[in-house]
């Protein structure tokens, strides 16, 4: 049907687009243009972009962030690095489920969690969730597909400009 045509485009260009990320963000130049900008106006973008998926699951996305956060950073690899962490906090969560995006500042640095009441993580798969290409048992809740990329390509631009991950469950 028409529908099963889009939606396989769909996946195809997720996966597509996922391969392109790791390769680029595996490169050793890859770029990183710091600029001061609103954290907070750009958290709004990232919500905005993914309330679509989330409203197909009945998910509802709940922002957490003061009205105005001025930061140093290269806004683009913010958003692939949030937007990954969004969308796999969506895929993972179940209908009628909240889904929290919040950022602050803590000393010179800024803090950005996203939080979901998702099936969890196994603890033997915490040490590896954010490694490429990683299986996990748990499996996206409305048939979504992961290819094990989202959360590898987090760690690699967090721990590339000098920040880091953390995975909870």
Known sequence: SADDIVNTSER???MIGEILDSSRSNATDLSYVP?????????????????????????QIVCDCPSTLEVLAD??????????????????????SDVFLSAKQEDSCFKISVRDWGQG????????????????SAK?????????LGLGIVKTIAER???NVLAQS
């Open 161 to 163: 400009y000098g920040g």
């Open 140 to 148: 996206p809740t409305g048939g979504e597909t992961s290819f094990g």
């Open 35 to 59: 600029a001061l900008f609103d954290l907070s106006i750009t958290l709004a973008t990232i919500v905005a972009l993914n309330n679509e998926i989330a409203e197909k699951k009945s998910v």
């Open 75 to 96: 806004e683009d690899r913010l958003i692939e690095a949030i937007d990954n962490l969004l969308n796999n906090a969506i895929k993972f969560s179940s209908s009628g």
């Open 121 to 136: 993580i196994v603890d033997e798969e915490l040490k590896t969730v954010f490694d490429r290409f990683q299986d996990a």
């Open 12 to 14: 195809m260009e997720t």
